[in-house]
C-alpha cells in the first residue's frame, strides 16, 4: 500500500523520498494559525470551482450540518439536548446534483442562529462570485438555516433560496382547505395515501413581507401530514418546487454519509478548533480522489455508483507486487482479481495516444 501511495505521489516505490507519518501530519495540524485554517477552508470553495471546465450558469447548493461526538473537552464542543451528548455541529455544503464538496465549516454543537448562518452564507457567495461572477446560486436547507436574515440578504443580493418551513397555528389556517379536501377525497376514493399540492402567500413569521409557501399535503390512514416550503422563485408549480428541489435535498445527507461515516472525518479529537478544521482539509481532499475515482469508472459498471466503502474494498484494498527497473515500473495483480477487466479498462483509458 506504502508503495502505491508513492507512486501516486510521483515517486518511486523502492528509491523515491518517504511519505510523512501520521506523528508527521499530526504536528502539520497544530501548526497553522487562524489565517491560514481560513485560506485552507477557502481553498475547498476555489477547489469546487476550479473542478468545472467554465462557469456554470445555475447551481443549487445544499447546506446541512451533522453530529460530531466528541469525548473530551475540545474547544466549540458543547452539550446538545436533542443529541444527548457533547458534540459538534460542522457545516457541510456539496452540489448535490454532482455530489461535489464545496465547504465544510467546523461550529459548536447547537442550532445555528440566524446571523451566524447569514454570516456564513454570505462569505460562501462572495467566494464563489469572485470565480463565477455571473453564475446564479440557489441556497437549499431545512428550516434553521432559512430565518428572516438570510431571506433578506437573498433577496438583496439577487439569490434564490428554498428552506424548510416549520408550521404554527397561523399557516394552518391558511392549509386547511385544501387539507380538508385532501382527507374528504382520500375517505371518499378508500385510498391508501392521497397527496395534494398547494401554495399561499405568508408573512406572519417574516414581520409582514409576504412570501410564497409551498405546501405538499399528504393523508393516509396515519393522519394528516403537512410538509412546507418557503421559497423566492417565481417560476414552477408547488408540485415542482416539492418533487423537483426539495426531495433532492435528501442526497446532502447521503454525501455527508460519506464524508463522515466512509472517511472518518468525525475524528476531530484534538483539543484545539483550528486543528481540528484542518483535519476536515485532508478529509474532504480524501472524499475529492474517491469521488474522481468512481467518476472515471463507465457508468456499465456497477462501481460507477457505489460507495466509497466498497470502492475501497474493490479497487484500493488489492494485492499486488511492485517491481522496479531502470526504466519502468511493473505492477502485476493476482491471475483471479475479480476486477481484472476494470482494471485493465481503466488502463487503457489512460494511455496517452500515440502519433
Known amino acids: ?12 516505490p523502492g528509491r523515491g523520498l518517504d511519505l510523512c507519518s501520521q506523528p508527521t501530519v499530526s504536528r502539520c495540524e497544530n501548526a497553522p494559525t487562524l489565517r491560514e485554517v481560513v485560506r485552507l477552508t477557502y481553498a475547498t470553495i476555489d477547489t469546487y470551482c476550479a473542478s468545472y471546465a467554465r462557469p ?9 450540518e451533522t453530529v460530531d461526538i466528541v469525548h473530551g473537552h475540545q474547544q466549540l464542543c458543547l452539550f446538545n439536548a436533542h443529541h444527548d451528548e457533547r458534540c459538534f455541529m460542522p457545516i457541510h455544503v456539496h452540489d448535490t446534483a454532482t455530489s461535489r464538496p464545496v465547504a465544510i465549516l467546523l ?42 436574515e438570510v431571506m433578506a440578504w437573498c433577496e ?53 413581507c409576504e412570501r410564497r409557501v409551498s405546501a405538499r399535503i399528504a393523508s393516509s390512514a396515519m393522519g394528516l401530514d403537512i410538509r412546507c416550503v418557503v421559497t423566492n422563485l417565481c ?18 445527507e447521503n454525501l455527508i454519509k460519506l464524508h463522515k461515516g466512509h472517511l472518518a472525518s468525525n475524528r476531530t479529537s484534538c483539543r ?31 462501481p460507477a455508483t457505489a460507495e466509497f466503502t466498497t470502492l475501497r474494498l474493490r479497487l484500493l484494498k488489492i494485492a499486488g507486487r511492485i517491481t522496479e527497473t531502470a526504466t519502468r515500473v511493473r505492477i502485476a495483480f493476482a491471475a483471479a482479481c475479480p476486477e481484472a477487466g476494470l482494471f485493465r479498462g481503466a488502463a487503457h483509458s489512460l494511455q496517452l495516444a500515440r502519433p
Not at 417560476?235 to 442526497?251: F, I, K, N, P, Y
Not at 484542518?278 to 456499465?300: E, N, S
Open 235 to 252: 417560476c414552477g408549480s408547488a408540485e415542482w418546487l416539492d418533487d423537483t428541489l426539495c426531495c433532492v435535498h435528501g442526497q446532502a
Open 272 to 302: 484545539s478548533a483550528l486543528a481540528n478544521q484542518v483535519r476536515l482539509v485532508p478529509h474532504t481532499a480524501a472524499y475529492w480522489l474517491m469521488l474522481t475515482v468512481r467518476d472515471a469508472i463507465p457508468r456499465p459498471q456497477p
Open 1 to 12: 500500500m506504502r508503495a502505491s501511495f508513492k507512486l501516486a505521489c510521483g515517486r518511486l
Open 56 to 64: 456554470l450558469g445555475v447551481v443549487t447548493l445544499d447546506i446541512d
Open 107 to 148: 461550529r459548536p454543537g447547537k442550532t445555528p442562529s440566524g446571523q451566524e448562518v447569514c454570516g456564513h452564507v454570505r462569505r460562501l457567495v462572495r467566494r464563489i462570485r469572485s470565480h463565477w461572477p455571473n453564475t446564479q446560486l440557489t441556497i437549499r436547507g431545512d428550516g434553521h438555516y432559512g430565518p428572516l
Open 156 to 208: 438583496a443580493n439577487a439569490m434564490n433560496y428554498i428552506f424548510g418551513l416549520p408550521g404554527n397555528a397561523v399557516l394552518g389556517r391558511l392549509l386547511e382547505m385544501a387539507a380538508d379536501d385532501v382527507r374528504s377525497r382520500r375517505a371518499g376514493a378508500q385510498a391508501l395515501v392521497l397527496r395534494r399540492y398547494t401554495e399561499t402567500r405568508y408573512g406572519a413569521k417574516f414581520r409582514g
